[in-house]
């Protein structure tokens, strides 16, 4: 099935350039003709009968383990990839290896500034890599096979991950340590600010991005200086995996970074033994708390999301519309942070055949190209307790989905559900804290929450949002400037697309995503994102002199 998928997404996809530069078609013509010369293993041949191994990487090495967490594969339940987690017994190495790292880090403005252009290299040559369609198909495949999610999908992920490194080549990273300098009091003073790196640093991330999150996290702690230890969620770790082999390939000093894959308990010891000077964490929000309170607050945050989409009394192309609504919700299987958690529906959107026209597309959705698929951290069971715990609330009403998937073999630890959305009333939603807690928690699924509000009840959707705990994503779907106006000016969240075309999905390499409200949120992607996160302010103010002619010692003071 995934030869037949991988052939008709690769005619299908439009997000791969075939062009690689002149440098690497060279080695490239012979060599990956027959096989990707950095890969251990084949995505399409991962199965019960051919596992694939997952090692970790400590102090230049790739090592193995005597504990192996066994995963099923998320489509038929097959044992098929073996995962080599390191134990509490064995963390002594990766803890040894951050402390090699000073404070200072790897290179600042001041020490080894030529490995900003090591990495501005290495950066380019890892972007033409990703260029070539061979190793692009490679990575979109082995995505799918722990993370299904349609082609398209995908390749999107590498996609964004290719443009990324494209937009730091050459002299970028230098540039992201551009200095400034403030004229001084007298002659020969002057303060200049610089951006400095933490030195040793730790970065976990989920399973939902395989790629695109560790990825340019990871590229943006070594832009800055950083000495990163990684841990991807083990489910999906061999994607994160076969990307080191192509950055040591691309001539990542093998130093410079290591690679773990253990339990939660295990990672926990190393960051309380450790100390590491700051952590980037991206996943669920209980588990965020717990290391803020661990680290004494070293950390950045990335966590999860109930995200809303508010549709505006303007009423204009409710194709598009109901299509995006579609993808923010359904896209993925509802496995983003970012994906659409509720929508809030303007009286006169609802006299349209819009949501008539969201059940339609949701319906279109089937496993067999994985448009919809596993759910991988909430069962079927626990999804469809949450609907019926919803469907209590007077006025609700199930509005499509709400079944299981038919027809599958996925094992019964994942979640199988048809596209699902309930509508609540605003004033049950509003009613009561136990409500508005039932309401809004997040299901990691293909689940949402819809509701209407009448054109005088604004101040009713704004008191929702404003009860909120979470802000990564919304999105107001209005052209009229007014009513933009008075929703982004009453809400938070990070990352808001506003104007007919909004969405709540989407974190392209060109402008920032991340949460707004919390001073810990961490952001991805573009410049200001890995100069807040990976960097902190250094000021150094040079006082040469001379000394005034004529100077006596003073008076006490």
């Given at each position: 099935?995934?030869?037949v998928?991988a052939?008709?997404?690769?005619?299908?996809?439009?997000l791969?350039?075939?062009?690689?530069s002149?440098?690497l078609?060279?080695?490239?013509?012979?060599r990956?003709?027959?096989?990707?010369?950095?890969?251990?293993?084949d995505?399409?041949?991962?199965s019960?009968?051919?596992?694939a191994?997952?090692?970790?990487f400590?102090?230049g090495?790739?090592?193995?383990?005597?504990?192996?967490n066994?995963?099923?594969?998320?489509?038929?339940?097959?044992?098929?990839?073996?995962?080599?987690?390191?134990?509490?017994?064995?963390?002594?190495p990766?803890?040894?290896?951050?402390?090699?790292?000073?404070?200072h880090g790897?290179?600042?403005?001041?020490?080894?500034p030529?490995r900003y252009?090591?990495?501005?290299?290495?950066?380019?040559?890892?972007a033409h890599?990703?260029?070539?369609?061979?190793?692009?198909?490679?990575?979109t495949r082995l995505?799918?096979?722990?993370?299904?999610k349609?082609?398209?999908?995908?390749a999107?992920?590498?996609?964004?991950?290719?443009?990324?490194?494209?937009?730091?080549?050459?002299?970028q990273?230098r540039?992201?340590?551009?200095?400034f300098?403030?004229?001084?009091?007298?002659l020969g003073q002057?303060?200049?600010?610089y951006?400095?790196?933490?030195g040793?640093?730790?970065?976990?991330?989920p399973?939902n991005?395989?790629?695109?999150?560790?990825?340019?996290q990871?590229?943006?702690?070594?832009?800055?200086?950083n000495?990163?230890?990684?841990?991807?969620?083990s489910k999906?770790?061999?994607?994160m995996?076969?990307?080191m082999r192509?950055?040591h390939?691309?001539?990542l000093?093998v130093?410079?970074?290591d690679?773990?894959?253990?339990?939660?308990?295990?990672?926990?010891?190393i960051?309380?033994?450790?100390?590491?000077r700051m952590?980037?964490?991206?996943?669920?929000?209980r588990?965020?708390e717990?290391?803020a309170?661990?680290?004494?607050?070293r950390?950045?945050?990335e966590?999860?999301?109930f995200d809303w989409?508010v549709?505006g009394?303007?009423?204009?192309?409710?194709?598009?519309?109901a299509?995006?609504c579609?993808?923010d919700?359904?896209?993925?299987?509802?496995?983003k942070c970012?994906?659409?958690?509720?929508?809030?529906?303007?009286?006169?959107?609802s006299?349209?055949?819009?949501?008539s026209k969201?059940?339609d597309?949701?319906?279109?959705?089937?496993?067999?190209?994985l448009?919809?698929?596993?759910v991988l951290?909430?069962?079927t069971?626990?999804m469809?307790?949450?609907?019926?715990?919803?469907?209590?609330i007077?006025?609700?009403?199930?509005l499509?989905?709400?079944k299981p998937l038919?027809n599958?073999?996925?094992p019964?630890?994942?979640?199988?559900?048809e596209p699902?959305?309930v509508?609540?009333?605003?004033?049950e939603?509003?009613?009561?804290?136990?409500?508005y807690e039932?309401?809004?928690?997040?299901?990691?699924?293909?689940?949402?929450?819809?509701?209407e509000?009448?054109?005088?009840q604004?101040?009713?959707?704004?008191?929702?949002l404003?009860?909120m705990?979470?802000h990564?994503?919304?999105?107001?779907?209005?052209?009229d400037?007014?009513?933009?106006?008075e929703?982004?000016?009453?809400?938070?969240?990070?990352?808001?697309?506003?104007?007919l075309r909004g969405?709540?999905?989407?974190?392209?390499?060109?402008?920032?995503?991340?949460?707004?409200?919390?001073?810990?949120?961490a952001?991805?992607?573009?410049?200001?994102?890995?100069?807040?996160?990976?960097?902190?302010?250094?000021e150094?103010?040079?006082d040469?002199?001379p000394?005034?002619?004529?100077?006596?010692?003073?008076a006490s003071?």
């Amino acid at each position: 099935m995934y030869r037949v998928l991988a052939s008709r997404g690769l005619r299908a996809k439009s997000l791969c350039d075939n062009k690689a530069s002149s440098f690497l078609a060279s080695f490239t013509s012979s060599r990956l003709n027959h096989s990707i010369p950095f890969a251990t293993v084949d995505a399409e041949e991962i199965s019960g009968a051919h596992p694939a191994e997952v090692q970790s990487f400590v102090q230049g090495k790739w090592i193995g383990s005597s504990n192996y967490n066994t995963l099923l594969d998320p489509l038929n339940g097959e044992p098929f990839i073996k995962v080599a987690e390191v134990e509490e017994s064995g963390v002594q190495p990766f803890i040894e290896s951050l402390a090699q790292c000073p404070k200072h880090g790897l290179h600042n403005p001041f020490k080894s500034p030529e490995r900003y252009l090591l990495y501005g290299d290495v950066s380019t040559k890892a972007a033409h890599m990703l260029a070539l369609p061979k190793v692009s198909d490679f990575f979109t495949r082995l995505i799918q096979r722990v993370a299904p999610k349609s082609y398209q999908q995908a390749a999107g992920e590498v996609f964004v991950t290719r443009k990324f490194l494209e937009n730091f080549c050459g002299d970028q990273v230098r540039f992201l340590a551009r200095s400034f300098a403030v004229p001084g009091n007298h002659l020969g003073q002057q303060s200049h600010g610089y951006r400095w790196p933490y030195g040793p640093v730790t970065i976990v991330t989920p399973f939902n991005f395989p790629l695109e999150i560790p990825l340019l996290q990871l590229m943006g702690a070594l832009y800055m200086g950083n000495k990163p230890l990684l841990k991807v969620d083990s489910k999906v770790s061999i994607v994160m995996e076969q990307m080191m082999r192509l950055l040591h390939y691309c001539g990542l000093p093998v130093e410079d970074v290591d690679f773990i894959n253990s339990d939660g308990k295990t990672m926990n010891k190393i960051l309380l033994e450790a100390n590491p000077r700051m952590t980037l964490f991206t996943g669920s929000s209980r588990v965020a708390e717990k290391l803020a309170l661990d680290l004494k607050g070293r950390i950045r945050l990335e966590d999860a999301g109930f995200d809303w989409k508010v549709l505006g009394p303007d009423v204009q192309e409710i194709d598009y519309v109901a299509w995006v609504c579609d993808q923010d919700a359904y896209a993925c299987s509802g496995q983003k942070c970012s994906a659409q958690s509720i929508l809030f529906v303007h009286e006169n959107w609802s006299k349209t055949p819009l949501l008539s026209k969201l059940k339609d597309l949701a319906g279109r959705r089937k496993l067999e190209d994985l448009t919809i698929g596993p759910v991988l951290t909430f069962t079927t069971e626990a999804m469809l307790e949450h609907m019926e715990n919803l469907l209590q609330i007077p006025g609700s009403k199930l509005l499509f989905g709400g079944k299981p998937l038919k027809n599958h073999s996925i094992p019964s630890i994942y979640g199988a559900l048809e596209p699902t959305a309930v509508y609540v009333p605003i004033e049950e939603i509003l009613k009561d804290s136990k409500t508005y807690e039932l309401v809004t928690k997040e299901i990691f699924g293909p689940f949402q929450i819809v509701t209407e509000y009448k054109k005088d009840q604004l101040p009713l959707v704004l008191d929702a949002l404003e009860r909120m705990h979470a802000h990564l994503t919304a999105a107001v779907v209005s052209n009229d400037p007014i009513f933009i106006q008075e929703v982004i000016g009453n809400t938070v969240n990070g990352t808001t697309y506003a104007g007919l075309r909004g969405r709540t999905t989407g974190a392209p390499q060109n402008h920032w995503f991340g949460p707004a409200g919390d001073p810990r949120g961490a952001g991805i992607g573009t410049p200001e994102a890995i100069k807040l996160v990976w960097s902190c302010h250094r000021e150094v103010i040079y006082d040469y002199g001379p000394i005034p002619h004529g100077w006596e010692l003073p008076a006490s003071t």
